[in-house]
């Protein structure tokens, strides 16, 4: 069984921050690609930021400047980095991983349960 746990949510100001993490824990392989992302009421889920295992990153264009993703493969842990934070960043933010459980299962997604945050303006 694959988990992954999700931490540092929580209420902020805006123009704060705030730093997320994710530890994957369970029996697999090895984790391809991590990444983060949200969802608030009413709206579809959008791609925050992902990470590949070698370090290459992508973001939103709405948090560009604002947001860094960064990775401990040690660890299997996955973190953000949110400063100036806007009302609009208010979400559900979720932990993907992509993630190879054995040679023969193939690697599949799996997501963490959420982390809810809000920024107050």
């Known amino acids: 069984q694959v988990q992954l746990v999700e931490s540092g949510g929580g209420l902020v100001q805006a123009g704060g921050s705030l730093r997320l993490s994710c530890a994957a824990s369970?029996?697999?392989?090895?984790?391809?690609?991590m990444g983060w992302y949200r969802q608030a009421p009413g709206k579809q889920r959008e791609l925050v930021a992902r990470?590949?295992?070698?370090?290459?990153?992508d973001y939103a264009d709405s948090v560009k400047g604002r947001f860094t993703i960064s990775r401990d493969n040690a660890k299997n842990t996955v973190y953000l980095e949110m400063n100036s934070l806007k009302f609009e960043d208010t979400a559900v933010y979720y932990c993907n991983a992509r993630i190879l459980r054995t040679m023969l299962s193939g690697p599949n997604d799996y997501w963490g349960q959420g982390t809810q945050v809000t920024v107050s303006s």
């Open positions: 990470i590949t295992r070698g370090g290459n990153v």
């Open positions: 369970g029996s697999f392989l090895s984790i391809n690609d």
